[in-house]
């Protein structure tokens, strides 16, 4: 099964500043046909997970363009340039290579 | 607008079974694979089973295999979770969730049905 770590487990962040999540993978996302197969998703108190981006970069239907994802191979960042008091919550990478899909254990944003 | 809606869960007891129904609307079901994903209370996500648009091809996670049958009714837009051999270790909410596309990463998750396993 693919390992998928992300760092840090808990970020405090201040309105209006930046926020970053590592997701590192234990094996190549890149498929055959090009695509990587990373996704970013927040799970905000008592909802199900959202989609935020979609094979590395692109961002979902209504996703607000402070979120971004960037990337590569084994190693992927999420970022928020400028945090909301909206956007806490829990934010976990997937990866979907190979099934088993297997998530990243979750990095809980506050404010 | 997508909507996934799980139903079936409940409190059962070690050995039993419950059977998940999640009812789609807002696209066409048989057009995409669709997951089950579990989340025990406070916990992550773990995959548990996916299924091919024609139901061709099913996939379990090894904790769940032997034990639970996913299955799928396109004419009447429902996706299942058959689970048998129930354990404490199956406490969780199952969340019904469409693929992107075939094998792909989910776009969307329905609000999850609580299955309770004690005796």
């Known amino acids: 099964d693919v390992v998928m770590t992300q760092t840090p487990l808990s970020l405090s962040v201040t309105p209006g500043q930046p926020a970053s999540i590592s997701c590192k993978s234990s094996?190549?996302?890149?498929?055959?046909?090009?695509?990587?197969?990373l996704y970013w998703y927040v799970q905000k108190p008592g909802q199900p997970p959202q989609l935020l981006i979609y094979?590395?970069?692109k961002r979902f239907s209504g996703v607000p363009d402070r979120f971004s994802g960037s990337g590569s191979g084994t190693d992927f960042t999420l970022k928020i340039s400028r945090v909301e008091a909206e956007d806490v919550g829990v934010y976990y990478c997937?990866?979907?290579?190979?099934?088993?899909?297997?998530f990243g254990g979750g990095t809980k944003v506050e404010i | 607008e997508v909507q996934l809606v799980e139903s079936g869960g409940g409190l059962a007891q070690p050995g039993t079974s419950l059977r998940l129904s999640c009812a789609a609307s807002?696209?066409?079901?048989?057009?995409?694979?669709m997951h089950w994903v579990r989340q025990a209370p406070g916990k992550g996500l773990e995959w548990v089973a996916g299924?091919?648009?024609?139901?061709?091809?099913?996939h379990y996670a090894d904790s769940v295999k032997g034990r639970f049958t996913i299955s799928r009714d396109n004419a009447k837009n429902a996706l299942f979770l058959q689970m048998n051999g129930l354990t404490t270790e199956d406490t969780a909410f199952y969340l019904c969730?469409?693929?992107?596309?075939?094998?792909?990463?989910?776009?969307?998750w329905g609000q999850g049905s609580l299955v309770t396993v004690s005796s």
């Open positions: 969730a469409k693929d992107i596309d075939f094998w792909s990463g989910i776009d969307y």
């Open positions: 807002g696209f066409s079901l048989d057009d995409y694979a």
């Open positions: 299924i091919s648009w024609n139901s061709g091809s099913t």
């Open positions: 094996q190549s996302l890149l498929y055959s046909d090009g695509k990587t197969e």
């Open positions: 094979e590395v970069s």
């Open positions: 997937m990866q979907s290579i190979q099934l088993p899909l297997t």
